[in-house]
């Protein structure tokens, strides 16, 4: 027997949460377009979809990182050769973070971000590498000892806030630019304290530090006091006690 309302679309549905009335009203139920084996694929390319992907990056990021000790991220170029004074550095910081007692998050790519792995690596310390899906991927570098690869950039750039203690910056290109300034954001609204921001190369830095003061500044777009927000050094062992003295220093390991 044929049920009066069969056929017949409703004026309004609710699905969960969600209402839909006239023209928005979906065919069939949820559990209908769960269960049914068959029709288009392209719901797993939907938004309500990608939010459940999102929630799974967090989890696992979460997961993952959870128990790490005190530690500091280290960012800088992928472009930065091996066996330049930049790369270098990297190592030498590496190390040294270490040495003081934490363990060495970078974006995990190559570059000054597989010196800094090595320098911790080499320094038996606790080795970070957060990737990120790009088209030119190029995978983890081999001094990560954990890894975890992120499809979303606000994702992994919590996960770099979250389980770091402070900034150490080397010079880098709009990625490095990206997360220095996502960084002294959350610091100058108060949205993080504590939260040292090291810049290493003043050569390289200076430009942009004449730029703030003298036209950022100048024109009232920030505060003189929004300076002090970081610090810039040529030295190893200076950028680590910037570090060490915002954050106490933590037992070394």
């Given at each position: 027997?044929?049920?009066?309302?069969?056929?017949?679309?409703?004026?309004?549905?609710?699905?969960?949460?969600?209402?839909?009335?006239?023209?928005?009203?979906?065919?069939?139920?949820?559990?209908?377009?769960?269960?049914?084996?068959?029709?288009?694929?392209?719901?797993?390319?939907?938004?309500?979809?990608?939010?459940?992907?999102?929630?799974?990056?967090?989890?696992?990021?979460?997961?993952?990182?959870?128990?790490?000790?005190?530690?500091?991220?280290?960012?800088?170029?992928?472009?930065?050769?091996?066996?330049?004074?930049?790369?270098?550095?990297?190592?030498?910081?590496?190390?040294?973070?270490?040495?003081?007692?934490?363990?060495?998050?970078?974006?995990?790519?190559?570059?000054?971000?597989?010196?800094?792995?090595?320098?911790?690596?080499?320094?038996?310390?606790?080795?970070?590498?957060?990737?990120?899906?790009?088209?030119?991927?190029?995978?983890?570098?081999?001094?990560?000892?954990?890894?975890?690869?992120?499809?979303?950039?606000f994702v992994r750039k919590t996960m770099f806030v979250k389980y770091a203690e402070g900034f150490?910056?080397?010079?880098?290109?709009?990625?490095?630019?990206?997360?220095?300034?996502?960084?002294?954001?959350?610091?100058?609204?108060?949205?993080?304290?504590?939260?040292?921001?090291?810049?290493?190369?003043?050569?390289?830095?200076?430009?942009?530090?004449?730029?703030?003061?003298?036209?950022?500044?100048?024109?009232?777009?920030?505060?003189?006091?929004?300076?002090?927000?970081?610090?810039?050094?040529?030295?190893?062992?200076?950028?680590?006690?910037?570090?060490?003295?915002?954050?106490?220093?933590?037992?070394?390991?």
């Open positions: 027997m044929t049920h009066p309302e069969e056929g017949r679309t409703p004026e309004e549905q609710r699905l969960g949460p969600v209402l839909r009335r006239r023209e928005q009203v979906q065919p069939g139920t949820t559990d209908q377009r769960l269960l049914d084996t068959e029709g288009d694929s392209e719901w797993v390319h939907t938004d309500p979809w990608r939010v459940m992907r999102i929630q799974s990056e967090f989890v696992e990021g979460f997961g993952a990182l959870a128990e790490l000790p005190s530690a500091i991220s280290v960012f800088g170029s992928a472009r930065t050769p091996v066996g330049t004074p930049e790369y270098d550095a990297g190592v030498r910081i590496g190390s040294a973070l270490v040495e003081a007692g934490f363990a060495v998050i970078t974006g995990g790519g190559p570059g000054a971000m597989e010196a800094a792995n090595k320098g911790a690596r080499e320094a038996n310390g606790v080795s970070v590498g957060l990737g990120i899906e790009l088209p030119f991927e190029q995978g983890l570098n081999p001094h990560v000892d954990i890894g975890v690869n992120f499809r979303y950039f150490v910056v080397l010079p880098g290109g709009f990625g490095t630019l990206d997360e220095l300034f996502e960084a002294l954001t959350l610091v100058q609204t108060q949205k993080v304290t504590r939260f040292p921001i090291v810049l290493f190369g003043t050569e390289y830095w200076g430009g942009l530090v004449d730029w703030l003061r003298n036209t950022v500044i100048a024109q009232g777009k920030a505060s003189e006091r929004d300076l002090l927000l970081f610090h810039v050094t040529d030295d190893v062992e200076e950028a680590v006690a910037l570090v060490t003295k915002e954050t106490g220093s933590p037992t070394p390991s």
